[in-house]
């Protein structure tokens, strides 16, 4: 039951709230900003805690290797946005990764490790660049990179945990799970139609 409340808190506050990409206002470029950044624009939460949702519903080594994925790919697009090479349609890409990743979780979909972690990790190429465009002109790279992969991880940590207790509940609980899914992706389609 506490899972499905949890479920259901996460899916109101989707359904409620429109579309943010980088809503930035952290000033300064230590740890502590970089850890904050992925908690301020609604693409980059929804799509961190969306990976460890799915990842759980994957199960098995999915569930560390999926977000594994993501956090080493996402530091991949930093590095590429801070040496000047450009991706094409990043904030399109973005917001693609949470109407997809939302897509997965609502349907629980299955597939290897390896494709999911290529899916991921695709996706957070775009995320990783977008952070990395936006680092502020202050900022240490490495400081500001580590709080910011710290977040992710922790992000992911959470998705995993909120899919856990719905797993381990009852079979309202996992239909809860889709239902944020479906929620999350509703949200990436409203990201991309803001663009």
Not at 24 to 29: A, K, R, S
Not at 70 to 75: L, P, S
Not at 88 to 97: L, Q
Not at 167 to 190: D, F, K, M, N, T
Request: charged content about 10%; hydrophobic content about 60%.
């Amino acid at each position: 039951m506490k899972a499905m409340r949890g479920i259901s808190a996460v899916a109101t506050f989707l359904l409620a709230t429109t579309a943010q990409a980088h809503t930035f206002g952290v000033t300064g470029g230590g740890p502590a900003e970089g850890f904050a950044h992925p908690f301020l624009g609604l693409d980059h939460l929804l799509a961190m805690l969306t990976v460890g949702l799915w990842a759980a519903q994957l199960g098995g080594r999915a569930r560390w290797a999926v977000p594994a994925a993501f956090v080493v790919m996402m530091a991949m697009g930093g590095a590429l946005a801070l040496f000047g090479v450009a991706l094409p349609r990043v904030e399109v890409g973005v917001a693609v990764s949470v109407l997809v990743l939302g897509l997965l979780v609502a349907t629980a979909a299955r597939m290897p490790v390896r494709f999911g972690a290529l899916v991921v990790g695709t996706f957070a190429l775009f995320h990783g660049h977008a952070h990395g465009t936006e680092l502020p002109m202050q900022a240490s790279e490495w400081d500001y990179g580590a709080g910011m992969l710290a977040a992710s991880g922790l992000l992911h940590g959470v998705g995993l945990g909120l899919a856990g207790m719905a797993q381990r509940g009852s079979v309202v609980a996992e239909r809860g799970l889709r239902v944020a899914g479906a929620a999350i992706a509703a949200s990436g389609l409203l990201m991309l139609g803001a663009l």
